[in-house]
């Protein structure tokens, strides 16, 4: 067997170099960005070539994008430029899953021109070779134009495909530690705004009521929800409360409740009762709604002094009235469109005198569709009957209709918010 040049062998220990200082990049780089320069870096000065780029698959239109590629002067660019599917070189190398040697790109029909009449670089030949990792395709890598010669070699191409193989190992690790760091991210952030949420929901329920009893209840599916309620004081004899439910789970729904309960006390505050009040409420924030999101509620004002209490629904679930000799029952309260849904909703009232021992119950659909993976969900049938009974405190009230929701559930994860709210004049 004929020995290789020594130039040869130069050229080939210096490639197995480089290999070895990707490798050691893999473990050492902790930033997505750095990791893309110091791999045009390496492939630039290894192989020596006048340019390098790399290409990365955009998987919603399969096309390459070219994600960062070196300058003349030593610098990097990200340029705009995006190769349609199959096409060009780099086209033919994805699609292919093989790695090329161009002797003189302009001759070659695959050639894909229109990069260099973007950027004015003069490509003579290439090399371009895929990146695969985890059994996929993520993208290209190339080099153009090698310093000192007309055209790449073989040799030149059997070390940069192993170079491109330990590319990608590199940019799928880093990938997968920006997803890690993401979702570190998001947890954290959840875990603040459930920490927020249950601070808020805390302090929803004023410590002193004259005359009326109030306790209440939420649970979110996911870390954070959009169930919510709230009692607030208009002087001695005016006690208004609400029970809503942002459609949706999750961040979303959690934003919006947050930006929606902080606006209740003074929505209330500067009407007359609740039916005024949600129809004020919708006014403020249906023009602000986005991508089909409504909250459903039932707005409440309890008169100590009258024993009166008056309800609005905007298509919430009905409410429950347990009266003190224990027979439940459903209150009718006129239902009208959730808040957000369209401008301009105007909602009507009930007025019910309740005596003392009277509960009133509030929840949200949680309550009323939980149910285990092959059972049905709570209907009314069965929230009427497990409320019924005699009780003479709230929290023991809501403690009874928790223990049948539990037990209906059969131990399943609840698929929905879940919140309730208990009232009554002493």
Known sequence: MDALPLETLRKT??????????????????????????????AQRVIQT???????????????RLAIATRADGGFDEPDITVPKGKGIVGWVMERNESLLIPDAYKDERFYAAADKKTGFITRSILCAPLRSGGKNIGVLQVLNPLGKTAFEFTDLECFSA????????????RS???????????????????????????AIPATLCGVR???????????????????????????????DVSGKGIPAALLMTRSYSALPFVFAATDGPA??????????????????????????LIPSQRLLRLANAGHCQPLLVPA?????EIECPSSLPVGIAPGIQYEEICLTLEPGDRFILFTDGLSESQAKESEPMFDSQLIQVASGLHTDPSELMNRILRAAMLHREGATAHDDLSILVGGFE
């Open 13 to 42: 220990l210096e490639i197995y170099k480089g290999l070895v200082e990707v490798s050691c990049l893999i473990n050492s780089i902790t930033d997505y960005h750095t990791l893309l320069r110091e791999i045009l870096n390496v």
């Open 50 to 64: 006048e340019a390098a780029s790399l290409f990365l698959l955009d998987e919603d239109s399969a096309d390459l």
């Open 163 to 174: 170079y491109a193989d330990l590319t990608a190992t590199a940019i799928d690790k880093l």
């Open 177 to 203: 530690l920006e997803i890690q760091r993401e979702q570190d991210r998001v947890q954290r952030d959840l875990a603040i705004a459930a920490d927020i949420q249950c601070v808020l929901l805390s302090g």
């Open 214 to 244: 109030f306790t209440a209840h939420s649970s979110p599916a996911a870390e954070v929800g959009g169930d919510f309620y709230g009692v607030f004081c208009q002087g001695e004899d005016v006690i208004d409360f609400v029970m809503g």
């Open 276 to 301: 005024a009040a949600l129809s004020e409420w919708n006014a403020k924030f249906q023009p602000a709604m986005i991508r089909g999101m409504f909250i459903t509620a039932i707005a409440g004002r």
């Open 325 to 329: 000799n224990g027979e439940a029952r």
